[in-house]
């Protein structure tokens, strides 16, 4: 297989481009039960799941997160 530099992929249409970075994506999502988190990250999540449990009417629905996000935009 020929390697590519990140200036090789300038040269490819933009829906090449897409298609490029959604193949990817694909490959990184396969392997994803192989990244690791650091023992910081367990313990963030670890202690905003706590926070949760303890007050699950805190903070915004999913759907009021997205809205703020894409209006944003």
Known sequence: M????AT??????????IQLVEDI??????GADAVE??????RIIDARL??????PNEGSAWEDVIKR???KQ
């Open 37 to 42: 988190l650091s023992e910081e990250e367990k």
């Open 69 to 71: 996000i894409t209006s």
């Open 50 to 55: 706590e926070a949760y449990h303890k007050n």
């Open 25 to 30: 994506w694909d490959t990184i999502a396969a």
């Open 8 to 17: 090789d992929t300038l040269e490819l249409s933009i829906p090449e481009r």
């Open 2 to 5: 020929k390697k590519i530099s």
